[in-house]
């Protein structure tokens, strides 16, 4: 007998060697990924290896960033980012310690209440209420108007990246407040006791002692907001300041074309920016320890505020809670407006602007139902998949199949819509002969995409909490794998799924960034590329803040909807446990 015939020979193992059996779930895990790197990845490669082409003779060159560099826009665009983010950063912070520290610190009535209204600026997009905030703290708005009025004085809120700066505050201000009050509940209040007996309170104990232990949560909130206002493309573009990478970035895509090599070097900028600022906080955060023992029950101890303290630090409160609400405001009374323009409120009501709104945006809202229902609803099948691989299974890379799909935070919606563009450009959809760049089902996609983050950590949650020993009796009595998961799950992850689904529909519907670049047609436009049109003219303003409000009830109900459903979910659960 030859040597080949032989069992275990080499004849045998090479075809299992070449072609080896895989799974059912690793196969879906296979499938996933390449989804993720034809739809995430590629596109980014795509881009950061066009700003490294020669546009004339197809060489890697480094030109393209001389050139860039070169250009006194462009490094004005550059600095101009970085100086906004920060600042952000700086105001947001400036707005979110105060009402962390005294809902937190102090026994403070209605904290609750102050802690809720504080993430309201959450559900409205930045750019939607970047036109109402100029009405009232613009040159000639509101405040500006009384200022001139009584003391002959104006502030420059709104002009040029001072607005820029105002809105986005005020927007992303909560991402700080949310991990800040988490940071400051969890300190061990044996270290503040500590601290005090040895003489320090006041001022010095919050700079010295209260504030550092809660650098990890500060931290975590300031590089979202660093993040979030270095690649938005939407406020900028509204409040008309082009001198910025996002807005140069799409002016350049849309108005010279995608052979522009300028256009693929500031999304490459826009990327390494925000990797840089995730390496960064962890850069900062490395080698110190803020664990702490959480004795004696954690927390900071709460103090009764004294008449004088509770009159300022109410004073405070409202002081910023009148601010923080001014965009719902003045978007509200800015869809009710017939005039508005120099002058403090509108000249007189009307409820015409919606019926505008409803007569010109139809087409607009069923778009996004249509877009981002299909997105949510890949989302939360994608997520439930990925988690399922990631927490019950031992699929070899199951880890990176979780990081390729939450990487899709780190990439600028202008920069993944570039990406679309190139990466389709040519091509035409099978049996139409439609250019794919301009195909609706791009634009959906490109939701999937962005928002499939939200659906996964909300699976994954939902997952957490099942135990594997249910699997484990089903599978004992008999079930198959697949029926398990049917029939045990996937009921008993409804909630979380649900949560995700909601969560991923209510962002991807004022989605702005990726889907302006991939925008051809008003009648594929869907919501928010609406609203960015009725407000180019202030004939459509009106129009266009109904439509606003329409964005804003879309993003609040989802999210009071995602918040009872897991709430409702986990009273379920705890009643299961109790009986």
């Known amino acids: 007998m030859s040597d080949t015939s032989r069992p275990g020979s080499l004849a045998d193992k090479l075809p299992s060697a070449l072609f080896p059996r895989v799974s059912g779930l690793g196969m879906v895990a296979l499938l996933i990924a390449l989804l993720l790197i034809g739809l995430l990845i590629i596109p980014v490669l795509l881009v950061i290896y066009v700003a490294f082409l020669d546009p004339n003779t197809g060489a890697l060159t480094l030109n393209n960033f001389q050139d860039f560099f070169g250009s006194s826009l462009f490094r004005e665009s550059f600095w101009n980012s970085f100086y906004v983010s920060a600042m952000s950063v700086v105001v947001a912070t400036i707005i979110a310690l105060p009402l962390a520290y005294i809902t937190t610190r102090f026994n403070f009535a209605g904290s609750m209440i102050i802690q809720s209204l504080g993430f309201i600026p959450l559900i409205m997009p930045p750019f939607v209420g970047a036109v109402a905030m100029q009405l009232i703290f613009g040159r000639n708005g509101t405040i500006n108007l009384l200022l001139k009025e009584e003391f002959g004085v104006s502030i420059p809120f709104m002009d040029g990246l001072n607005g820029v700066i105002l809105v986005q505050s005020i927007h992303y201000f909560p991402f700080i407040l949310i991990n800040l009050s988490t940071s400051l509940r969890n300190i061990d209040r044996s270290m503040e006791e500590a601290a005090q007996n040895l003489g320090s309170f006041g001022m010095r104990l919050f700079r010295r002692v209260v504030f550092p232990l809660a650098m990890p949560g500060y931290i975590a909130g300031a590089a979202l907001v660093f993040i979030k206002v270095f690649d938005d493309l939407g406020t900028p573009l509204l409040l008309n300041v082009n001198n910025m990478l996002a807005p140069q970035a799409f002016l350049r895509i849309s108005s010279i074309g995608i052979s522009d090599p300028m256009g693929y070097v500031i999304s490459f900028i826009l990327v390494m920016f925000s990797i840089f600022s995730l390496w960064a906080s962890f850069l900062f955060m490395r080698g110190k320890d803020y664990s702490t023992t959480q004795k004696g029950g954690g ?3 709460k103090r009764d505020l ?17 601010a923080v609400l001014s965009p719902h405001i003045g978007l509200t009374l800015l869809s009710f407006a017939t005039i508005w ?30 877009y981002a229902g299909l997105a949510a609803v890949a ?3 994608i997520g439930t998949a990925i988690a399922y691989i990631v927490l019950r299974t031992k699929i070899f890379g199951r880890k990176a199949l979780d990081y390729l799909a939450t990487a899709a935070l780190a990439v600028p919606g202008v920069v993944l819509g570039i990406g679309y563009l190139r990466l389709f450009h040519g091509m035409e959809v099978p049996f139409s002969g439609e250019p794919m ?14 928002r499939l983050p939200y659906a996964l950590r909300a699976c994954t949650a939902a997952l ?17 794998k697949a029926r398990t998961v ?19 529909f209510a962002t991807a519907a004022v989605e702005l960034s990726a889907t302006i670049m991939l925008v051809s047609s008003d009648s594929d436009a869907p919501l928010a590329y609406g609203i960015y049109l009725f407000m180019q003219t202030p004939s459509g303003r009106g129009a266009g803040a109904a439509l606003g409000l329409v964005a804003v009830l ?6 009071f909807l995602s918040q009872m459903v897991v709430e409702r979910d986990k009273k379920y659960r705890m009643s299961g446990q109790e009986q």
């Open 437 to 450: 760049a301009s195909w609706w089902v791009i634009i959906a996609l490109a939701l999937m995409i962005r």
């Open 486 to 504: 049917k029939k045990i799950v996937i009921p008993l992850m409804t909630g979380g799924i649900l949560a995700g689904f909601v969560t991923s």
């Open 464 to 480: 957490q909490q099942v135990s594997v020993s249910l699997e484990e009796a089903a599978e004992n009595l008999g079930a198959s």
């Open 341 to 370: 323009s120099y002058a403090p409120l509108p000249d007189d009501y009307t409820l015409q602007n919606f019926v505008t709104m409803w007569n010109a945006s139809g087409e607009y809202i069923t778009n996004t139902v249509i």
């Open 299 to 301: 927390g900071l101890s």
């Open 306 to 322: 004294r008449t004088h303290e509770k009159i300022m630090a109410y004073g405070v409160v409202a002081l910023i809670l009148l």
């Open 554 to 559: 879309i993003v609040g109900l989802g999210t």
């Open 379 to 381: 989302d939360i099948i």
